[in-house]
């Protein structure tokens, strides 16, 4: 199991969009639409901010949107703010009951 | 509230048990896939190992395979992850979330658990 490539950090300034992707195979994130992405500030606990691709739980604001091309996930943040600063991970159903992380992305807000 | 506090974290030397605890409140885990991830210092988070609503399917990251057992009591609204032939990379603060079987959509606090002689 090899985790899903992501880059190590991408920046922003306050209002701009950024795109964060995360790389996987066929078999993973090309396979299904079981992707998530989550938020995680120092020193807290990961929160969901979409699932299932492109959908936004409750309370997480429309800013953040995901999407999907061949074996490439995206999640972008538009209206960047200062408190979006943080480190962000995928996560995609990878088959055989099995479920993968990405290595993660600081995002710097500028 | 939804709240999941984990629990049993510790030091333990290299080929030791410890079993891992997540106990739930404002909402009941019998309605909900659980997961266990971890993330070591400093590291990325990993996903480790999740069960079904009424624990009759459970699944494992291949680094944690036979070695790690997941289970929950519903009655207790508490889930555990028991683990043993710890190694030290095993080493990582512990998370539980409460979900679906792709997704986590909250997570407790975590706990430590360290592996070193």
């Known amino acids: 199991q090899s985790a899903l490539t992501q880059p190590r950090s991408v920046s922003g300034s306050p209002g701009q969009s950024v795109t964060i992707s995360c790389t996987g195979t066929?078999?993973?994130?090309?396979?299904?639409?079981?992707v998530s992405w989550y938020q995680q500030h120092p020193g807290k606990a990961p929160k969901l901010m979409i699932y299932?691709?492109?959908e936004r739980p409750s309370g997480v604001p429309d800013r953040f949107s995901g999407s999907k091309s061949g074996n490439t996930a995206s999640l972008t943040i538009s209206g960047l703010q200062a408190e979006d600063e943080a480190d962000y991970y995928c996560c995609s159903y990878a088959g055989r009951y099995l479920l993968m992380f990405g290595g993660g992305t600081k995002l710097t807000v500028l | 509230e939804v709240q999941l506090v984990e629990s049993g974290g510790d030091l333990v030397q290299p080929g030791g048990s410890m079993r891992l605890s997540c106990a739930a409140s404002g909402f009941t885990i019998s309605g909900y896939w659980m997961h266990w991830v971890r993330q070591a210092p400093g590291k990325g988070l990993v996903w480790v190992s999740r069960i079904n609503s009424d624990g009759s399917s459970t699944s494992y990251a291949d680094s944690v395979k036979g070695r790690f057992t997941i289970s929950r009591d519903n009655a207790k609204n508490t889930l555990y992850l028991q683990m043993n032939s710890l190694r030290a990379e095993d080493t990582a603060v512990y998370y539980c979330?409460?979900?679906?079987?792709?997704?986590?959509?909250?997570w407790g606090q975590g706990t430590l658990v360290t592996v070193s002689s």
């Open positions: 979330a409460r979900g679906k079987s792709t997704t986590g959509d909250s």
């Open positions: 066929s078999s993973d994130v090309g396979a299904y639409n079981y």
């Open positions: 299932d691709v492109s």
